[in-house]
Protein backbone atom coordinates (compact mmCIF):
# COMPACT_ATOMS: atom_id res chain seq x y z
CA UNK A 1 0.00 0.00 0.00
CA UNK A 2 1.15 3.01 -0.56
CA UNK A 3 1.12 5.83 2.42
CA UNK A 4 -0.50 9.41 1.54
CA UNK A 5 1.68 12.10 0.55
CA UNK A 6 1.35 14.85 3.05
CA UNK A 7 0.05 18.19 2.54
CA UNK A 8 2.88 20.62 4.27
CA UNK A 9 5.91 21.50 2.93
CA UNK A 10 8.53 22.89 5.23
CA UNK A 11 9.76 26.77 3.63
CA UNK A 12 12.72 27.69 6.73
CA UNK A 13 14.82 25.28 7.53
CA UNK A 14 18.60 26.72 8.55
CA UNK A 15 20.97 24.23 8.12
CA UNK A 16 24.45 24.12 9.03
CA UNK A 17 25.45 26.14 6.52
CA UNK A 18 23.69 29.10 8.51
CA UNK A 19 27.15 29.18 10.27
CA UNK A 20 26.80 29.07 14.24
CA UNK A 21 23.05 30.07 13.30
CA UNK A 22 21.63 26.74 12.13
CA UNK A 23 22.06 23.26 13.27
CA UNK A 24 20.54 21.26 11.12
CA UNK A 25 22.37 18.59 8.73
CA UNK A 26 21.01 17.93 5.38
CA UNK A 27 20.80 14.40 5.63
CA UNK A 28 18.51 15.19 9.03
CA UNK A 29 16.47 16.94 6.90
CA UNK A 30 15.67 14.82 3.67
CA UNK A 31 15.78 11.38 6.59
CA UNK A 32 12.85 13.29 7.67
CA UNK A 33 11.04 14.40 5.26
CA UNK A 34 11.65 10.44 3.72
CA UNK A 35 10.40 9.50 6.77
CA UNK A 36 7.17 11.92 7.46
CA UNK A 37 6.21 11.45 3.45
CA UNK A 38 6.50 15.10 2.23
CA UNK A 39 7.47 15.78 -0.92
CA UNK A 40 9.62 18.73 -0.92
CA UNK A 41 11.66 20.64 1.33
CA UNK A 42 13.29 23.81 1.05
CA UNK A 43 16.64 24.90 2.14
CA UNK A 44 16.54 28.94 3.23
CA UNK A 45 19.84 30.06 5.11
CA UNK A 46 20.98 32.89 6.19
CA UNK A 47 22.63 35.43 3.58
CA UNK A 48 24.45 31.96 1.50
CA UNK A 49 23.99 29.57 -0.47
CA UNK A 50 26.89 27.25 0.42
CA UNK A 51 24.77 24.34 0.74
CA UNK A 52 22.12 24.32 -2.34
CA UNK A 53 24.07 21.85 -4.51
CA UNK A 54 24.51 19.04 -1.51
CA UNK A 55 21.07 19.88 -0.58
CA UNK A 56 19.85 19.09 -4.24
CA UNK A 57 22.11 15.68 -4.61
CA UNK A 58 20.84 14.39 -1.47
CA UNK A 59 16.82 15.18 -2.54
CA UNK A 60 17.51 13.85 -5.28
CA UNK A 61 18.50 10.35 -4.07
CA UNK A 62 15.87 10.07 -1.94
CA UNK A 63 12.81 11.53 -4.49
CA UNK A 64 12.73 14.78 -2.85
CA UNK A 65 11.80 18.60 -4.61
CA UNK A 66 14.21 20.48 -3.62
CA UNK A 67 13.99 24.43 -3.27
CA UNK A 68 16.19 26.70 -3.61
CA UNK A 69 15.89 29.33 -1.09
CA UNK A 70 17.98 32.50 0.31
CA UNK A 71 17.36 34.82 3.58
CA UNK A 72 19.23 38.13 2.75
CA UNK A 73 19.72 40.87 4.89
CA UNK A 74 18.21 43.87 3.71
CA UNK A 75 18.48 47.44 4.13
CA UNK A 76 15.97 49.43 3.14
CA UNK A 77 15.79 53.48 3.17
CA UNK A 78 12.83 54.64 5.12
CA UNK A 79 12.47 51.29 6.84
CA UNK A 80 13.77 49.08 9.60
CA UNK A 81 16.51 46.67 8.75
CA UNK A 82 15.21 43.21 8.15
CA UNK A 83 15.16 40.03 6.08
CA UNK A 84 13.68 38.65 2.97
CA UNK A 85 12.95 34.98 2.45
CA UNK A 86 12.91 34.06 -1.77
CA UNK A 87 12.86 30.67 -3.45
CA UNK A 88 13.81 30.79 -7.24
CA UNK A 89 10.74 29.21 -9.33
CA UNK A 90 13.15 28.02 -12.25
CA UNK A 91 16.63 28.89 -13.83
CA UNK A 92 16.16 32.77 -14.32
CA UNK A 93 15.64 33.01 -10.87
CA UNK A 94 18.77 31.09 -9.52
CA UNK A 95 20.59 33.43 -11.66
CA UNK A 96 19.24 36.25 -10.56
CA UNK A 97 19.60 34.83 -6.64
CA UNK A 98 23.09 33.79 -7.11
CA UNK A 99 23.60 37.50 -8.67
CA UNK A 100 21.73 38.99 -5.23
CA UNK A 101 24.33 37.03 -2.78
CA UNK A 102 27.71 37.57 -5.00
CA UNK A 103 26.83 41.45 -5.51
CA UNK A 104 25.85 41.46 -1.65
CA UNK A 105 29.35 39.61 -0.55
CA UNK A 106 31.23 41.04 -3.57
CA UNK A 107 30.16 44.64 -3.24
CA UNK A 108 27.35 45.39 -0.14
CA UNK A 109 29.04 44.16 2.34
CA UNK A 110 29.06 46.28 5.91
CA UNK A 111 31.60 45.58 8.43
CA UNK A 112 32.08 41.80 6.88
CA UNK A 113 27.79 41.58 6.81
CA UNK A 114 26.47 40.93 3.49
CA UNK A 115 23.59 42.89 2.91
CA UNK A 116 21.09 43.93 0.10
CA UNK A 117 18.98 46.47 -0.80
CA UNK A 118 15.51 46.88 -1.46
CA UNK A 119 15.64 48.02 -4.81
CA UNK A 120 18.10 45.31 -5.97
CA UNK A 121 15.72 42.59 -4.86
CA UNK A 122 13.35 44.27 -6.86
CA UNK A 123 15.44 44.82 -9.86
CA UNK A 124 16.28 40.88 -9.47
CA UNK A 125 12.44 39.62 -9.11
CA UNK A 126 12.05 37.59 -12.29
CA UNK A 127 11.66 34.11 -11.77
CA UNK A 128 11.65 34.85 -7.23
CA UNK A 129 9.17 33.75 -4.67
CA UNK A 130 8.96 36.24 -1.84
CA UNK A 131 7.88 35.74 1.63
CA UNK A 132 9.01 38.43 4.36
CA UNK A 133 7.70 37.46 7.91
CA UNK A 134 9.00 35.20 10.17
CA UNK A 135 10.57 35.98 13.15
CA UNK A 136 13.53 38.26 11.69
CA UNK A 137 11.61 39.26 8.32
CA UNK A 138 11.51 42.53 7.15
CA UNK A 139 7.74 42.92 7.50
CA UNK A 140 7.54 41.22 11.47
CA UNK A 141 10.58 44.01 12.16
CA UNK A 142 8.52 46.94 10.57
CA UNK A 143 5.14 45.87 12.11
CA UNK A 144 6.87 46.28 15.67
CA UNK A 145 8.10 49.41 14.91
CA UNK A 146 4.97 51.15 13.27
CA UNK A 147 2.00 49.42 11.73
CA UNK A 148 2.59 52.37 8.69
CA UNK A 149 5.63 50.97 7.13
CA UNK A 150 4.77 47.50 7.26
CA UNK A 151 1.81 48.56 5.20
CA UNK A 152 3.86 50.17 3.09
CA UNK A 153 6.48 47.43 2.32
CA UNK A 154 3.68 45.04 1.86
CA UNK A 155 2.01 47.09 -0.85
CA UNK A 156 5.91 47.37 -2.52
CA UNK A 157 6.22 43.83 -2.50
CA UNK A 158 2.91 42.64 -3.58
CA UNK A 159 3.18 45.13 -6.59
CA UNK A 160 6.74 43.93 -7.77
CA UNK A 161 5.86 40.34 -7.07
CA UNK A 162 2.64 39.85 -7.96
CA UNK A 163 1.13 36.56 -7.11
CA UNK A 164 4.42 35.34 -6.30
CA UNK A 165 4.51 37.39 -2.53
CA UNK A 166 3.28 35.28 0.10
CA UNK A 167 2.14 36.64 3.70
CA UNK A 168 3.72 34.82 6.26
CA UNK A 169 2.11 33.49 9.48
CA UNK A 170 4.10 31.58 12.76
CA UNK A 171 3.08 30.13 15.87
CA UNK A 172 5.50 30.02 18.78
CA UNK A 173 5.20 29.65 22.08
CA UNK A 174 6.79 32.23 24.41
CA UNK A 175 6.84 35.23 21.63
CA UNK A 176 4.23 37.78 21.95
CA UNK A 177 2.63 37.70 18.32
CA UNK A 178 -1.18 37.40 18.55
CA UNK A 179 -1.26 41.24 17.18
CA UNK A 180 0.84 40.56 14.23
CA UNK A 181 -0.91 37.26 13.45
CA UNK A 182 -4.29 39.09 13.39
CA UNK A 183 -2.65 41.79 11.81
CA UNK A 184 -1.35 39.56 8.98
CA UNK A 185 -5.01 37.71 8.42
CA UNK A 186 -6.81 41.01 8.10
CA UNK A 187 -4.28 42.04 5.71
CA UNK A 188 -4.53 38.26 3.45
CA UNK A 189 -8.18 38.99 3.25
CA UNK A 190 -8.44 42.32 2.42
CA UNK A 191 -5.04 42.36 0.11
CA UNK A 192 -6.08 39.16 -1.56
CA UNK A 193 -2.56 37.69 -0.66
CA UNK A 194 -1.94 34.34 -0.11
CA UNK A 195 -1.00 33.52 3.12
CA UNK A 196 1.68 30.56 4.26
CA UNK A 197 2.10 28.70 7.57
CA UNK A 198 6.05 28.27 8.25
CA UNK A 199 7.80 26.76 11.05
CA UNK A 200 11.61 28.50 11.94
CA UNK A 201 13.50 25.19 11.67
CA UNK A 202 16.89 25.92 13.88
CA UNK A 203 17.43 22.09 14.53
CA UNK A 204 16.01 18.32 14.33
CA UNK A 205 13.65 17.66 17.33
CA UNK A 206 12.96 19.19 20.72
CA UNK A 207 15.46 17.26 22.64
CA UNK A 208 18.72 19.21 20.27
CA UNK A 209 16.97 22.41 22.07
CA UNK A 210 19.79 22.88 24.50
CA UNK A 211 22.43 21.82 21.92
CA UNK A 212 21.08 25.21 19.70
CA UNK A 213 20.73 27.42 22.55
CA UNK A 214 24.88 26.64 23.57
CA UNK A 215 25.44 26.96 19.61
CA UNK A 216 23.88 31.17 19.69
CA UNK A 217 25.86 31.43 23.23
CA UNK A 218 29.09 30.50 21.34
CA UNK A 219 28.55 32.42 18.38
CA UNK A 220 27.90 35.98 20.49
CA UNK A 221 31.00 34.85 22.91
CA UNK A 222 28.06 34.63 25.99
CA UNK A 223 27.09 32.79 28.93
CA UNK A 224 24.05 30.62 28.36
CA UNK A 225 22.75 32.13 31.78
CA UNK A 226 23.30 35.69 30.03
CA UNK A 227 19.78 37.34 29.31
CA UNK A 228 21.36 40.44 26.86
CA UNK A 229 21.96 38.04 23.87
CA UNK A 230 19.62 36.49 21.58
CA UNK A 231 18.43 32.80 22.46
CA UNK A 232 16.67 30.07 21.01
CA UNK A 233 13.42 28.82 21.45
CA UNK A 234 12.38 25.05 22.21
CA UNK A 235 9.78 25.64 19.09
CA UNK A 236 12.42 26.24 16.72
CA UNK A 237 12.63 22.09 15.55
CA UNK A 238 11.37 20.41 12.65
CA UNK A 239 7.68 19.71 13.54
CA UNK A 240 5.90 16.74 12.31
CA UNK A 241 2.70 17.26 9.90
CA UNK A 242 0.90 16.15 12.35
CA UNK A 243 2.22 19.27 15.03
CA UNK A 244 1.68 21.64 11.79
CA UNK A 245 -2.11 20.56 11.04
CA UNK A 246 -2.96 21.16 14.94
CA UNK A 247 -1.05 24.43 15.29
CA UNK A 248 -3.20 25.51 12.15
CA UNK A 249 -6.55 23.61 12.79
CA UNK A 250 -8.20 26.92 12.05
CA UNK A 251 -6.32 28.04 8.74
CA UNK A 252 -6.21 24.64 6.61
CA UNK A 253 -5.47 27.54 4.19
CA UNK A 254 -2.21 28.36 4.54
CA UNK A 255 -1.14 24.82 5.01
CA UNK A 256 -2.05 24.11 1.69
CA UNK A 257 -0.72 27.04 1.23
CA UNK A 258 2.78 25.83 1.41
CA UNK A 259 2.04 22.55 -1.10
CA UNK A 260 0.96 25.63 -3.87
CA UNK A 261 4.13 27.47 -3.15
CA UNK A 262 6.34 24.26 -3.89
CA UNK A 263 4.60 23.34 -6.93
CA UNK A 264 5.48 26.86 -8.77
CA UNK A 265 9.42 25.81 -8.23
CA UNK A 266 11.09 23.07 -10.96
CA UNK A 267 14.57 24.42 -10.30
CA UNK A 268 17.44 22.45 -8.76
CA UNK A 269 20.79 22.01 -9.43
CA UNK A 270 22.57 18.81 -10.64
CA UNK A 271 25.89 17.22 -11.49
CA UNK A 272 27.55 18.35 -14.53
CA UNK A 273 30.50 17.05 -16.53
CA UNK A 274 33.99 18.74 -15.87
CA UNK A 275 34.31 21.91 -18.36
CA UNK A 276 37.84 23.68 -18.91
CA UNK A 277 38.12 27.14 -20.61
CA UNK A 278 38.44 26.48 -24.31
CA UNK A 279 42.79 27.59 -25.29
CA UNK A 280 42.89 28.96 -29.11
CA UNK A 281 45.97 30.58 -29.98
CA UNK A 282 45.89 32.60 -33.40
CA UNK A 283 42.62 29.86 -34.14
CA UNK A 284 44.73 27.02 -34.09
CA UNK A 285 42.47 24.57 -32.08
CA UNK A 286 43.85 23.05 -28.37
CA UNK A 287 44.18 19.63 -29.38
CA UNK A 288 46.88 20.83 -32.21
CA UNK A 289 48.18 23.70 -30.13
CA UNK A 290 48.99 20.66 -27.27
CA UNK A 291 51.13 18.71 -30.08
CA UNK A 292 52.84 21.80 -31.35
CA UNK A 293 53.86 23.11 -27.90
CA UNK A 294 54.91 19.69 -26.59
CA UNK A 295 57.16 18.52 -29.53
CA UNK A 296 58.50 22.23 -29.43
CA UNK A 297 59.37 21.52 -26.46
CA UNK A 298 60.75 18.18 -26.44
CA UNK A 299 62.99 19.30 -29.08
CA UNK A 300 64.60 22.05 -26.82
CA UNK A 301 65.08 19.34 -24.65
CA UNK A 302 66.74 17.35 -26.86
CA UNK A 303 68.51 18.95 -28.69
CA UNK A 304 71.90 17.27 -28.14
CA UNK A 305 70.17 14.01 -27.37
CA UNK A 306 69.37 12.83 -30.77
CA UNK A 307 70.05 9.13 -30.79
CA UNK A 308 66.80 9.11 -28.39
CA UNK A 309 64.58 10.98 -29.84
CA UNK A 310 62.39 8.06 -31.24
CA UNK A 311 61.73 6.61 -28.09
CA UNK A 312 61.01 10.00 -26.50
CA UNK A 313 58.47 10.74 -29.38
CA UNK A 314 56.79 7.53 -29.23
CA UNK A 315 55.98 8.06 -25.60
CA UNK A 316 55.12 11.69 -25.87
CA UNK A 317 52.26 10.55 -28.94
CA UNK A 318 50.80 7.90 -26.89
CA UNK A 319 50.41 10.29 -24.12
CA UNK A 320 48.84 13.69 -26.23
CA UNK A 321 46.91 10.77 -27.48
CA UNK A 322 45.63 9.49 -23.59
CA UNK A 323 44.98 13.45 -23.06
CA UNK A 324 43.28 14.79 -26.47
CA UNK A 325 40.80 11.64 -26.28
CA UNK A 326 39.76 12.52 -22.32
CA UNK A 327 39.52 16.29 -23.40
CA UNK A 328 42.17 17.84 -21.05
CA UNK A 329 44.24 19.74 -23.61
CA UNK A 330 43.31 22.70 -22.35
CA UNK A 331 44.34 21.81 -19.08
CA UNK A 332 47.89 21.49 -19.52
CA UNK A 333 48.18 24.13 -21.98
CA UNK A 334 46.53 26.43 -19.48
CA UNK A 335 49.05 25.17 -16.61
CA UNK A 336 52.04 25.48 -18.69
CA UNK A 337 50.93 29.08 -19.17
CA UNK A 338 50.74 30.34 -15.86
CA UNK A 339 54.32 28.29 -14.70
CA UNK A 340 55.88 29.75 -17.61
CA UNK A 341 54.76 33.00 -16.96
CA UNK A 342 56.22 32.84 -13.30
CA UNK A 343 59.39 31.50 -13.84
CA UNK A 344 59.90 33.93 -16.66
CA UNK A 345 59.23 36.73 -13.77
CA UNK A 346 61.73 35.31 -11.44
CA UNK A 347 59.31 33.42 -9.48
CA UNK A 348 60.57 30.37 -7.97
CA UNK A 349 58.27 26.81 -9.25
CA UNK A 350 58.71 23.31 -7.73
CA UNK A 351 60.32 20.76 -9.63
CA UNK A 352 57.36 18.97 -9.35
CA UNK A 353 55.71 16.12 -7.50
CA UNK A 354 53.27 13.27 -6.97
CA UNK A 355 51.80 11.22 -10.03
CA UNK A 356 52.00 14.41 -12.29
CA UNK A 357 55.76 14.23 -12.64
CA UNK A 358 55.00 11.14 -14.60
CA UNK A 359 53.83 12.91 -17.55
CA UNK A 360 56.62 14.08 -20.65
CA UNK A 361 53.96 16.02 -21.38
CA UNK A 362 54.19 18.00 -18.27
CA UNK A 363 58.14 17.90 -18.51
CA UNK A 364 58.00 19.16 -22.12
CA UNK A 365 56.16 21.78 -21.48
CA UNK A 366 57.70 23.46 -18.57
CA UNK A 367 54.73 22.26 -16.27
CA UNK A 368 57.60 20.08 -14.07
CA UNK A 369 61.36 19.84 -14.19
CA UNK A 370 61.89 16.39 -14.08
CA UNK A 371 62.70 13.62 -17.17
CA UNK A 372 60.08 10.95 -16.60
CA UNK A 373 61.86 8.75 -18.93
CA UNK A 374 65.16 8.93 -17.17
CA UNK A 375 63.81 8.67 -13.95
CA UNK A 376 61.75 5.49 -14.74
CA UNK A 377 57.96 7.00 -13.61
CA UNK A 378 54.67 6.02 -14.98
CA UNK A 379 52.45 8.40 -17.20
CA UNK A 380 49.52 6.05 -16.21
CA UNK A 381 49.69 6.92 -12.29
CA UNK A 382 48.50 10.50 -13.46
CA UNK A 383 46.04 9.58 -16.21
CA UNK A 384 44.48 6.39 -17.21
CA UNK A 385 41.32 5.88 -19.65
CA UNK A 386 40.69 2.80 -17.82
CA UNK A 387 40.01 5.19 -14.68
CA UNK A 388 38.71 8.09 -15.67
CA UNK A 389 39.77 11.28 -12.96
CA UNK A 390 40.77 15.01 -13.50
CA UNK A 391 44.29 15.83 -14.10
CA UNK A 392 45.71 17.15 -10.81
CA UNK A 393 48.79 19.06 -10.82
CA UNK A 394 49.86 20.06 -7.43
CA UNK A 395 52.29 23.14 -7.83
CA UNK A 396 54.66 24.72 -5.68
CA UNK A 397 54.94 28.57 -5.65
CA UNK A 398 57.24 30.88 -3.83
CA UNK A 399 54.98 31.36 -0.61
CA UNK A 400 55.67 35.18 -0.94
CA UNK A 401 55.04 35.62 -4.48
CA UNK A 402 52.47 33.03 -4.95
CA UNK A 403 49.24 35.59 -5.08
CA UNK A 404 50.85 37.34 -8.12
CA UNK A 405 50.64 34.33 -10.20
CA UNK A 406 46.58 34.48 -9.52
CA UNK A 407 46.42 37.72 -10.02
CA UNK A 408 48.02 37.27 -13.37
CA UNK A 409 45.56 34.36 -14.23
CA UNK A 410 42.64 36.91 -13.27
CA UNK A 411 44.04 39.15 -15.70
CA UNK A 412 44.20 36.77 -18.51
CA UNK A 413 41.41 35.05 -17.96
CA UNK A 414 38.82 37.55 -16.46
CA UNK A 415 38.33 38.86 -13.14
CA UNK A 416 35.73 36.92 -12.24
CA UNK A 417 36.52 33.99 -14.42
CA UNK A 418 38.81 32.94 -11.42
CA UNK A 419 38.36 32.65 -7.54
CA UNK A 420 39.58 30.89 -4.50
CA UNK A 421 37.60 27.75 -3.22
CA UNK A 422 35.66 28.02 0.20
CA UNK A 423 36.14 25.84 2.98
CA UNK A 424 34.33 25.38 6.53
CA UNK A 425 35.98 24.91 9.93
CA UNK A 426 33.66 22.22 12.38
CA UNK A 427 33.55 21.70 15.78
CA UNK A 428 36.09 19.29 16.67
CA UNK A 429 35.83 16.79 20.04
CA UNK A 430 37.98 19.02 22.03
CA UNK A 431 36.99 22.72 20.73
CA UNK A 432 33.44 21.77 21.35
CA UNK A 433 34.00 20.90 24.79
CA UNK A 434 36.01 23.57 25.39
CA UNK A 435 33.34 26.10 24.05
CA UNK A 436 30.59 24.29 25.70
CA UNK A 437 32.27 24.32 28.76
CA UNK A 438 32.99 28.02 28.67
CA UNK A 439 29.53 29.38 27.81
CA UNK A 440 28.41 26.74 30.70
CA UNK A 441 30.86 29.20 33.25
CA UNK A 442 32.34 25.73 34.25
CA UNK A 443 35.59 25.28 35.75
CA UNK A 444 38.10 25.65 33.23
CA UNK A 445 40.91 22.89 34.61
CA UNK A 446 37.99 21.27 35.45
CA UNK A 447 37.51 21.31 31.86
CA UNK A 448 41.08 20.92 30.47
CA UNK A 449 41.86 17.65 32.41
CA UNK A 450 38.54 16.16 30.60
CA UNK A 451 40.07 17.59 27.60
CA UNK A 452 43.03 15.34 28.25
CA UNK A 453 41.24 12.11 28.29
CA UNK A 454 39.80 12.43 24.84
CA UNK A 455 42.47 10.38 22.56
CA UNK A 456 43.61 12.76 19.66
CA UNK A 457 44.52 10.50 16.53
CA UNK A 458 43.81 11.76 13.36
CA UNK A 459 44.24 8.99 11.39
CA UNK A 460 41.23 6.87 13.70
CA UNK A 461 39.69 9.70 15.40
CA UNK A 462 37.20 8.49 17.55
CA UNK A 463 33.86 10.83 17.87
CA UNK A 464 32.81 11.82 21.75
CA UNK A 465 29.57 9.81 20.87
CA UNK A 466 31.62 6.45 21.36
CA UNK A 467 33.90 7.57 23.95
CA UNK A 468 30.44 8.34 26.20
CA UNK A 469 28.84 4.99 24.82
CA UNK A 470 32.48 2.76 25.50
CA UNK A 471 35.13 4.70 28.00
CA UNK A 472 34.62 3.67 31.13
CA UNK A 473 36.65 6.86 32.61
CA UNK A 474 34.19 9.16 30.81
CA UNK A 475 31.10 7.00 31.89
CA UNK A 476 32.04 7.46 35.58
CA UNK A 477 32.15 11.42 35.24
CA UNK A 478 29.07 11.60 33.26
CA UNK A 479 27.48 9.20 35.85
CA UNK A 480 28.88 11.46 38.56
CA UNK A 481 27.76 15.05 37.62
CA UNK A 482 24.61 16.64 35.85
CA UNK A 483 26.56 19.14 34.50
CA UNK A 484 29.09 16.62 32.64
CA UNK A 485 26.49 15.03 31.37
CA UNK A 486 25.13 17.81 29.94
CA UNK A 487 28.29 18.97 28.78
CA UNK A 488 28.96 15.96 26.83
CA UNK A 489 25.58 15.71 25.17
CA UNK A 490 25.92 19.01 24.04
CA UNK A 491 29.48 18.49 23.11
CA UNK A 492 28.67 15.29 20.69
CA UNK A 493 25.62 17.15 19.44
CA UNK A 494 27.77 20.13 17.95
CA UNK A 495 30.58 17.48 16.84
CA UNK A 496 31.49 18.22 13.23
CA UNK A 497 28.69 20.72 13.12
CA UNK A 498 30.37 23.68 10.45
CA UNK A 499 30.66 26.63 12.32
CA UNK A 500 33.08 29.25 10.24
CA UNK A 501 34.07 29.75 6.50
CA UNK A 502 37.63 30.16 5.24
CA UNK A 503 39.31 29.97 1.97
CA UNK A 504 40.89 26.38 0.50
CA UNK A 505 45.14 26.64 1.32
CA UNK A 506 46.03 25.91 -2.38
CA UNK A 507 42.64 25.66 -4.75
CA UNK A 508 41.68 27.78 -7.39
CA UNK A 509 38.77 27.39 -10.21
CA UNK A 510 39.47 28.91 -13.79
CA UNK A 511 36.12 28.73 -15.73
CA UNK A 512 35.42 30.19 -18.99
CA UNK A 513 32.42 31.99 -18.74
CA UNK A 514 32.25 34.53 -15.52
CA UNK A 515 31.55 32.38 -12.24
CA UNK A 516 28.78 34.89 -10.90
CA UNK A 517 26.90 32.79 -14.15
CA UNK A 518 27.41 29.49 -12.60
CA UNK A 519 27.71 29.73 -8.75
CA UNK A 520 27.43 31.99 -6.13
CA UNK A 521 30.49 33.62 -4.88
CA UNK A 522 31.62 34.91 -1.40
CA UNK A 523 34.28 37.44 0.26
CA UNK A 524 36.86 36.24 2.52
CA UNK A 525 37.79 39.41 4.71
CA UNK A 526 41.80 38.55 4.38
CA UNK A 527 41.74 38.18 0.80
CA UNK A 528 40.89 40.45 -2.71
CA UNK A 529 40.08 37.47 -4.65
CA UNK A 530 36.39 36.19 -5.05
CA UNK A 531 36.07 32.78 -3.37
CA UNK A 532 33.46 30.08 -4.37
CA UNK A 533 31.02 29.72 -2.09
CA UNK A 534 30.53 25.68 -2.97
CA UNK A 535 33.50 23.65 -1.04
CA UNK A 536 35.94 21.62 -3.26
CA UNK A 537 33.77 18.50 -3.26
CA UNK A 538 30.88 20.43 -4.92
CA UNK A 539 33.06 23.04 -7.21
CA UNK A 540 33.87 20.01 -8.89
CA UNK A 541 30.39 18.33 -8.76
CA UNK A 542 28.93 21.40 -10.50
CA UNK A 543 31.54 20.86 -13.42
CA UNK A 544 34.49 23.45 -12.77
CA UNK A 545 37.63 22.49 -12.88
CA UNK A 546 40.53 22.57 -9.52
CA UNK A 547 44.01 23.96 -9.94
CA UNK A 548 46.33 23.57 -6.86
CA UNK A 549 48.53 26.70 -6.30
CA UNK A 550 50.16 25.83 -3.36
CA UNK A 551 52.84 28.50 -1.41
CA UNK A 552 56.02 26.96 -0.36
CA UNK A 553 57.52 28.34 2.61
CA UNK A 554 60.37 26.16 1.01
CA UNK A 555 60.88 27.68 -1.90
CA UNK A 556 61.35 30.65 -0.65
CA UNK A 557 63.93 30.21 1.75
CA UNK A 558 66.23 28.73 -1.24
CA UNK A 559 65.41 31.72 -3.22
CA UNK A 560 66.66 34.16 -0.83
CA UNK A 561 69.86 31.62 0.18
CA UNK A 562 70.71 31.81 -3.33
CA UNK A 563 70.48 35.65 -3.86
CA UNK A 564 72.68 36.03 -0.46
CA UNK A 565 75.03 33.76 -2.01
CA UNK A 566 75.26 35.78 -5.32
CA UNK A 567 75.28 39.11 -3.29
CA UNK A 568 78.04 38.39 -0.68
CA UNK A 569 79.54 35.54 -2.21
CA UNK A 570 79.80 35.89 -5.92
CA UNK A 571 78.48 32.35 -6.26
CA UNK A 572 76.31 31.76 -9.11
CA UNK A 573 74.10 28.14 -8.73
CA UNK A 574 71.49 27.03 -10.85
CA UNK A 575 69.14 25.05 -8.71
CA UNK A 576 67.28 23.52 -11.61
CA UNK A 577 70.46 21.99 -12.82
CA UNK A 578 72.21 20.49 -9.53
CA UNK A 579 74.47 17.58 -10.56
CA UNK A 580 72.16 14.69 -7.86
CA UNK A 581 75.40 12.95 -7.26
Not at 538 to 549: A, C, H, R, S, T
Amino acid sequence: MISKINRFIHLRNYTQYSLSKGALRINQLTDFCKKENIPAAAITDFNNLFGSLEFCIECKKLGIQPIIGLNLSVRANGFKDGNILLFCKNERGYRNLVNLVTQAYLNNSYSNIPVTSLPQILNRKDGLICLAGGINGIITKNFKENHILSDQLIEILKDNFSDNFFLEIQRHKKLNIQDHENYLITKSLNEEIPIVATNENFYLDKSYFNTHDALLSIAQQKYIESDDRFKSNDEFYLKSVDEMNKLFHDMPHAIENSTILARKCSFFLEERPPSLPKIKSKGIDENILLRKESISGLEKKLENDQHIKKRYLDRLNFEIDVITKMGYSSYFLIVSDFIKWAKENNIPVGPGRGSGAGSLVAWCLSITDLDPIKFGLIFERFLNPERISLPDFDIDFCMEKRDEVIKYVQKKYGELNVAQIITFGSFQARAALRDVGRVMQLPLTQVDNICKLIPYNPTKPVSLKELIKDDFQIKKLINSDKNLRILFEISSNLEGLFRHASTHAAGIVIAENPLDNQIPLYKDPKSEIPVTQFSMKYVEKIGLIKFDFLGLKTLTVIDETLKILKKKRSINIDIGNINLN
